[in-house]
């Protein structure tokens, strides 16, 4: 059962109690109306004698009741309309009130059924955080692994292939440098000799000019 057509219903029922109770008024308006008309035709008439003697012979014969109360019997007798509104308004207030009655059990359930998807989503919430933080702990847990794993690859391919392959270079290097250095003591003692020779080179050229100036002198000697 959907709560818009009793909704609907409840304020269609509201709009016609309200205007039946304004018909109502305005007949009992009416009524009060032709109460006060009647009680001044009873002050007018109770002037005249023969009125009162007709009067005090109607209520010899019949018992006192209210005046009030016969004039609206009267009128409700000769109004049929007052009785089929108030039968009409009893109806619709039990209507009304049954209508309350379901629409108060069908919001009840309501509440109860909102309370409970409100628990389940807080639940449901619940559990997928939970979830969510699971897989990223494992998603964290297994990046960690394999970045070990490839660090302790690396650190492996280095000590198999890189590190004797460096150890090796070095051994050609100081091999290189320990040659280099044989060199260089041998092209310094070559130089210390060469310079050796170089200041002993100077003195023989003196005394072979010496030699051949002598030699030039008694040459030319014997031609004179």
């Known amino acids: 059962m959907s709560m818009m057509p009793l909704i609907y219903k409840l304020k269609s029922m509201t709009k016609?109690?309200?205007?039946?109770?304004?018909?109502?008024d305005s007949l009992f308006q009416e009524i009060i109306d032709i109460r006060k008309e009647i009680e001044?035709?009873?002050?007018w008439q109770a002037v005249s004698p023969q009125h009162q003697q007709r009067q005090n012979i109607f209520m010899d014969d019949h018992p006192l009741t209210n005046q009030s109360s016969l004039v609206?019997?009267?009128?409700q007798h000769e109004s049929p309309q007052v009785s089929k509104l108030r039968k009409r308004n009893c109806i619709l207030k039990q209507q009304l009130q049954e209508y309350e009655f379901a629409l108060e059990l069908i919001m009840s359930k309501y509440r109860q059924s909102i309370l409970l998807l409100l628990q389940t989503s807080d639940r449901c919430h619940q559990k997928i955080l939970k979830k969510h933080e699971n897989q990223q702990r494992d998603r964290t847990k297994t990046n960690i692994i394999t970045a070990t794993t490839q660090i302790q690859q690396l650190i492996?391919?280095?000590?198999?292939?890189i590190a004797p392959y460096n150890e090796k270079i070095l051994l050609k290097q100081t091999e290189q440098l320990q040659r280099l250095r044989i060199e260089y003591k041998e092209f310094g003692s070559l130089n210390a000799k060469n310079r050796q020779k170089q200041h002993q080179e100077p003195d023989d050229n003196v005394e072979n000019n010496g030699d051949k100036?002598?030699?030039?002198l008694d040459h030319l000697n014997d031609k004179l």
């Open 16 to 24: 016609s109690l309200d205007k039946n109770k304004t018909d109502s």
């Open 213 to 216: 100036d002598s030699l030039t």
């Open 156 to 161: 492996e391919t280095f000590n198999e292939k």
């Open 72 to 75: 609206i019997q009267a009128i």
């Open 40 to 43: 001044a035709s009873m002050h």
